[in-house]
């Protein structure tokens, strides 16, 4: 029990597998996703900084490192699915976060508890760490359907998390950060060689173009 219990869990979270029995390729575990979140966050902080920003970097890592470790007890549920309507998004996340409460309150000691409370809350707020957060978790989740597609896995649920990804980082596009995705990154993303090129090239530049 206790912080043991705790350390234990980050392993669980290795055997989480985002959109489970969807991934013909690649599977992608909630841990690696979280890392890869929280590198992204780091280079997308590194831009805004560069352009006169200031970043809480602290702030920012313990967004990115903690944003989905509810879903130890949730499980993964699909973009899709999650995000659906306004309401399903917010019951999601008030049981999320009251799950994650009671962990705390049995698993961290007392001196510690608040520290874990707020660490453990929505991380994608109004601030500009929360913003960058909001994207590099899109960016991650944009390169791991691009992957299926690339490969040639026919499951539309691909392209349909595909076009929700890019429609959110879009959201953002006053962030220098974004700017520099859209202009340095995605490029070279859609320009290598995959099966559906041409498609998803006029998805995105329709997807653009709406924005």
């Not at 841990?31 to 970097?57: M, N, P, R, Y």
């Not at 998004?89 to 049981?95: A, M, N, P, T, Y």
């Not at 009671?102 to 508890?113: A, R, S």
């Not at 960058?132 to 989740?141: F, P, T, W």
């Amino acid at each position: 029990m206790g912080i043991h219990h705790y350390f234990k869990s980050l392993s669980d979270l290795e055997k989480i597998y985002r959109c489970p029995g969807k991934f013909k390729y690649d599977e992608h575990s909630v841990a690696s996703h979280s890392f890869k979140v929280t590198k992204i966050a780091q280079f997308l902080g590194t831009v805004e900084e560069a352009e006169g920003q200031k970043v809480d970097w602290k702030t920012l890592y313990e967004k990115a490192l903690n944003h989905d470790y509810a879903e130890l007890f949730t499980g993964d549920i699909k973009t899709p699915v999650k995000y659906a309507s306004e309401e399903l998004r917010r019951l999601f996340s008030e049981v999320e976060e009251e799950m994650a409460d009671k962990f705390v309150k049995k698993e961290i000691p007392l001196p510690y508890q608040a520290v874990y409370m707020h660490r453990f809350q929505e991380g994608k707020d109004d601030t500009l760490e929360g913003n960058i957060l909001s994207v590099a978790d899109k960016i991650d989740l944009l390169y791991e359907s691009f992957g299926e597609i690339q490969k040639g896995n026919p499951e539309p649920l691909f392209f349909e998390i595909y076009q929700e990804a890019l429609s959110t980082i879009l959201k953002f596009k006053e962030l220098t950060s974004v700017t520099y995705f859209l202009e340095e990154v995605l490029p070279d993303m859609l320009s290598e060689k995959f099966i559906p090129q041409n498609e998803l090239r006029l998805i995105t530049k329709k997807i653009i173009e709406r924005s």
